[in-house]
């Protein structure tokens, strides 16, 4: 089963920052966070990953609390091509990766 | 380069028939894994594979069985095919099973069971 919870659906307006929250609160110390997102009819798609420090590439930037209990995924600046489910993944080493339901994120115009 | 393909990209086949998917991964890749996808379960775990050796299995049937190549392709095989079998199966690459980050997908085979 998936080790995290997310919000079944959020909007954000387009150009403004989406803010996607994930709880893992029953999250081991040797456990990463991974991101992934799935656009309509294509398979998912990494985005970011962490441990303990906030991250930042290209496309995003991920959020750690301090406790590690929940983070946040954020997209700087929203596109209409953003519209997709957002995975929040809990995994540790060489384990098998486990999608939830993820967040369906609506880009509105 | 050339990314994870999947064939064929659709299929549909009859109650009781057997079905076969391929999943060629991403040069250099040695780690494949398989996931299925329906509206209602989402996106579950079926197998993993690593240098032709099978490393993780999810919850489904014995009807659901999978072998990768030495060249690292993978294929998987559904027997006495059901209903209920109708998805997107998807395959994922990475360069070994430890690289999270490195997962690249397919974009699936759209299997349809009628």
């Known amino acids: 089963d998936a080790k995290t919870t997310q919000p079944p659906s959020m909007d954000c307006a387009e150009g403004r920052a989406a803010n996607l929250p994930c709880n893992h609160s029953t999250i081991s110390g040797n456990e990463y966070v991974y991101w992934y997102r799935q656009i309509h009819s294509q398979g998912p798609q990494y985005i970011i990953h962490g441990l303990k420090n906030n991250e930042t590439n290209e496309m995003a930037s991920l959020i750690i609390t301090e406790d590690r209990k929940s983070s946040t995924l954020i997209l700087p600046h929203a596109t209409l091509r953003d519209t997709a489910v957002y995975y929040c993944i809990v995994r540790v080493g060489d384990d098998k990766i486990i999608f939830g339901k993820g967040t369906r994120l609506h880009i509105l115009p | 380069k050339a990314g994870v393909t999947q064939t064929p990209r659709y299929l549909i086949k009859t109650r009781g028939q057997q079905v076969t998917l391929s999943c060629s991964p991403i040069s250099g890749h040695r780690s494949v894994s398989w996931y299925q996808q329906t509206p209602g379960q989402g996106l579950q775990f079926l197998f993993e594979y690593f240098s032709e050796t099978q490393r993780n299995k999810g919850n489904f049937p014995g009807r659901f069985s999978g072998r990768q190549f030495s060249n690292s392709r993978s294929e998987m095989n559904v027997s006495t095919l059901e209903l209920g079998d109708s998805a997107l199966y998807l395959c994922?690459?990475?360069?070994?099973?430890?690289?999270?980050?490195?997962?690249?997908f397919g974009s699936g085979t759209r299997l349809t069971v009628v």
């Open positions: 994922a690459s990475s360069l070994a099973p430890d690289i999270g980050y490195g997962y690249t």
